[in-house]
């Protein structure tokens, strides 16, 4: 396992859509393992291959330790609920800052697993809060994105300074 290096905001990069994967071989397996080691060592929870400027539609997510990770390509969702929850969220490629996003409270994901079987899964809580996150930034939506232009424009402030 490797760990890659990480696109660092405001690479260009993180707000492009990516391409469907299309081919379920060792090197696809071989770059969820590497997208594995590289959002541990972030630390993170969740990691798209985006995030380290491969844009094909694979994310992993680890949300209760060694043993729970789980593989999404190619994930999108076909269902969500109309109640909101609202999470404290940040990413791998912007370090040190985080805001609250509100999204919604469940969700229903189609994806396939890492060797191309079609699977579907309902998600709540952080679960579901991380799916949507990494979805939308395989969808070319930043974090970001999600929050009113003053705490956007707060957020990106914070980060500058924090990188200086």
């Known amino acids: 396992m490797a760990i890659l290096p990480i696109l660092s905001y405001p690479d260009p990069r993180l707000r492009l859509p990516c391409r469907a994967v299309e081919v379920f071989d060792a090197r696809l397996a071989t770059l969820a393992e590497d997208l594995a080691a ?49 999470h404290t969220e940040g990413s791998v490629s ?38 949507q996150h990494e979805i939308d930034q395989l969808d070319g939506i930043f974090w970001i994105d999600r929050l009113s232009r003053l705490k956007r424009e707060r957020i990106v402030k914070k980060y500058a300074k924090g990188k200086a």
């Open 38 to 86: 590289t959002m541990r060592a972030a630390p993170g929870i969740g990691i798209t291959a985006a995030h380290v400027g491969i844009l094909e539609r694979l994310t992993v997510i680890e949300l209760d330790g060694p043993g729970s990770l789980k593989a999404y390509v190619n994930p999108r969702i076909e269902w969500f609920s109309p109640e909101k929850q609202r």
């Open 94 to 131: 912007m370090h040190g800052v985080t805001d609250e996003v509100e999204r919604p409270a469940r969700i229903r994901v189609a994806y396939q697993d890492l060797s191309g079987a079609a699977r579907t899964e309902e998600a709540d809580g952080l679960l579901s809060v991380c799916l």
